[in-house]
């Protein structure tokens, strides 16, 4: 199965009026157990994205970057590779350049005038690539900024920042906040909904990790269709793997332990997939074994 575009998948999930899930990863552990999850999902197609952190842990984009389109280009299901929160446009132009099929340019901290203005210019770049682009407003409520609980995003500026950007997909402010180790977010479903109405490009739900499932089935229902996951991802890794330590501290083979953190994501994301698609599925059994390629 090729590459394909993240515009590709996100338009078939809206069209059917399911999420699409976007998976963040770290390395390449997650990068290959977010690929095993959906192939395990009814063949369920994925976005794999690459934050701008994410990046910076690894130095530069390049080896994270081309690793993840290998990973995708590999892979028996349609695989996006997306640049999640980039706030340079320099780091855009290396993603693109690279072969990312996507990008999100994060120019929220900027006033509304000046974001329009960057996030256009990087639209028109990147469109002139053929690469598709999502972005978000800045600061609606909350000091801690867009994706803060009391944060909310404007209808009707949302879709004016559309008209005036270019863009392909907007991130909203409806209640989630990223990070979050809890999973009790209250999303403004009425809210959701109006900017369903105005907006004429998919939404994107940024901090998905502290919404609990139905939360995300009723984001869906109510017109969200792309869906940001990092964290949890994160906690169920860092779990599996403490447990394998606990239970071998002999081992020195970080195969081992580090393939009990994929073999976890991996069942979360199918799992999770399940529930952007409205179904419920059963959980799929991934061992260790079945993780490490010796």
Known sequence: MPLVGTGEIVGAAAAARHGCGAFNAIQLEHITAIITGASAAAEAPVIVQLSQNAVKYHGSLAPVGTAALAAAREAAIPVAVHLDHAESADLVREAVALGFGSVMFDASKLDYTDNVRATREVAAYCHDHGV???????????????????????????????????????????????????????????????????????????????????????????????????????????????????????????????????????????????????????????????????
């Open 132 to 294: 598709w682009v999502e972005a978000e407003l800045g600061e609606v409520g909350g000091k801690d900024g867009v994706h803060a609980p009391g944060a909310r995003t404007d209808p009707d500026e949302a879709a004016e920042f559309v008209a005036s950007t270019g863009v392909d997909a907007l991130a909203v402010a409806v209640g989630s906040s990223h990070a979050m180790l809890t999973r009790d977010a209250a999303l403004d479903f009425d809210l959701i909904a109006r900017l369903e109405e105005r907006v004429p490009v998919p939404l994107v739900l940024h901090g998905s990790s502290g919404v609990p499932d139905e939360g995300l089935a009723e984001a869906v229902r109510a017109g969200m269709t792309k869906i940001n996951i990092a964290t949890q991802l994160n906690k169920v890794f860092t779990a599996a793997v403490a447990d394998d330590w606990r239970a071998h501290p002999e081992r020195v083979d970080p195969r081992k332990y580090l393939g009990a953190g994929r073999a976890a994501v991996a069942v979360e994301v199918r799992r999770l997939l399940g529930v952007l698609k409205l179904d419920h599925v059963e959980p799929v059994k991934v061992t260790i074994e079945q993780t490490l390629r010796d």
